[in-house]
């Protein structure tokens, strides 16, 4: 399999007024195209400073990051991220919000349109295209900015908390939504979450991260099918996941 994104001995050192902080220290990890891996730990463990430094956002003090072998030096169209407070465009309605990637990759009015269409119906907006991001609720806000992620069709999808935000219906409708989408069509994606459950039913792999340094602890490998559902939360093995990764966020 090939490597999509490459951390090697990565840390990171923040430096305020109340002195340094060290948010990263010497973080190893592969992702391989098409692999979905979710970050997970306590709050503050760096999760958040792993997926900037992959998104180009943020600078590592010391180590390398590659996507596709290339050093990564900011941001590019090759990582596309979504956040948790959706950052859409308040004066562009949710069309011209999904197209905007596209415009500015230069892609052609027809074309953008079309596939911001598809994105949009897959996202269960159809009706809504033509609203604005205030005339929406959070939940759908959320899911115009996963389209609009998903439309830009980058190499790397990087989520930071995506439903976070989201009540807990919603959260597992845009979860069924997520492992539907990538099961159709996988890429490689890297998703920050608080949720443990959510963090085993959608990856393939699992890194659970101490604090204060962030450093990696384990790396659970999920294996659980490709054919993965809400129901799937209810098996054995699922739970099985669910008490060793509980079990490792919590111990020191
Ligand atoms: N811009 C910054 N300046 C100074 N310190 C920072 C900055 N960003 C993050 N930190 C610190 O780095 C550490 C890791 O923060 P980070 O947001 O990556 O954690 P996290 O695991 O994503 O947390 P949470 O789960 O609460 O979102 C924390 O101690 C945080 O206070």
Redesign the pocket.
Known sequence: MDESIEVKNVS?K???KNGD?Q??SDINLTVHDKEFVSII????????????IIGGL?TASNGEVKCHSHEIDGPGSDRGMVFQHYSLFPWMTVKRNVEFGLKQKGTNKKTRSEIAEKYIDLVGLKEFENLYPKNLSGGMQQRVALARGLANDPEVLLL??PFGALDMQTREDMQDLLLDIWQKSPKTIVM?T?DVEEAILLANRVVI?S??P?KIKKILKIELGEQRRFETRLTSEFLKYKGIASKLIRSK
Do not use: P, Y
């Not at 306590?42 to 900037?52: A, D, I, P, Q, Y």
């Open positions: 990171k923040f430096h305020t902080v948010a990263l730990g306590r709050s503050g463990c760096g999760k958040s400073t792993l997926l900037r943020e930071d908390e920050v608080h991260m604090s204060h962030g």
